[in-house]
């Protein structure tokens, strides 16, 4: 039971959750990633236990232990956190894909390090487009209830909205992060939740307050949405 809800609303479910950034390699020893802490994902994962859920993280690298209680599988580019996904979601009852997924990667890694040459002014990079991880487990015939994130830094419901709608998901977070002290490497979010409902669009504003509060309004109102 959870000590600080009194509830065991997730008794019998089994939860996915991706969190963190992803790595992807340039070559053996240099990569591309973003600013992820991973800290709003592993929330999820504390939040979804106490509520008596089995729950498996997939995570990109980060520098946070395992919450107690959860089984958690390491990964480090998209394309493997992708197959973790793929593998998990036809068993699992909700997903939730919080990592910062690395958009693109790049075309072809070098197989050795990349040297800097003489007399060039630089170097560029050809990328191409990841795998959508959240999408993909949306589209899925045998899909969970999924519930992705949206990180933006303006014009946030239109952005999440086209998000929801478009990787076709059940229940959107949005985040702006360009607010100070919020997001990013913080210990504090606010967020935007934002689904469909009969009566069309249906959302929620949750305040500014700390990662591990936030993360349990997500859950409770996921278990909830999942029911209605
Ligand atoms: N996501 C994913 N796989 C990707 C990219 C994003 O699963 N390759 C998921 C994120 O985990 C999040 C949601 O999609 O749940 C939205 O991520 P975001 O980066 O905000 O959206 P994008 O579709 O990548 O759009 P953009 O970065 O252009 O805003
Ligand atoms: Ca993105």
Redesign the pocket.
């Given at each position: 039971l959870d000590p600080t809800t009194g509830s065991h609303a997730a008794a019998g479910f089994h939860v996915v959750i991706?969190a963190g950034p992803t790595r992807e390699p340039l070559d053996p020893v240099r990569y591309l990633s973003n600013h992820s802490s991973g800290k709003m994902g592993y929330a999820l994962a504390t939040a979804a236990a106490a509520q008596g859920a089995r729950v498996t993280l997939i995570s990109g690298p980060v520098a946070l232990a395992t919450p107690p209680g959860v089984e958690r599988l390491d990964v480090e580019t998209?394309r493997e956190m992708?197959e973790a996904a793929q593998r998990l979601a036809g068993e699992c009852d909700l997903f939730i894909?919080?990592?910062?997924?690395?958009?693109y990667r790049a075309e072809s890694p070098a197989e050795h390090k990349l040297k800097k040459r003489d007399g060039e002014t630089g170097l560029t990079l050809r990328l191409i487009e990841?795998?959508?991880?959240?999408?993909e487990v949306a589209a899925r015939p045998d899909r969970p209830f999924v519930v992705?994130?949206?990180?933006?830094t303006r014009d946030l419901e239109a952005?999440a909205r086209d998000?929801l709608n478009r990787?076709g998901l059940d229940m959107?977070v949005a985040n702006d992060v360009s607010a100070a002290g919020l997001g990013f490497g913080a210990d504090d979010n606010a967020a935007l939740l934002l689904w469909r409902d009969a009566d069309g669009d249906g959302g929620e504003v949750l305040p500014p307050q700390p990662k591990s509060a936030l993360a349990r309004a997500v859950i409770e109102r996921a278990l909830e949405r999942r029911r209605a």
């Open positions: 991706t998209a992708h894909g919080c990592a910062a997924v690395a958009d990841n795998p959508d991880i959240v999408a992705g994130f949206a990180a933006e952005y998000k990787k959107i």
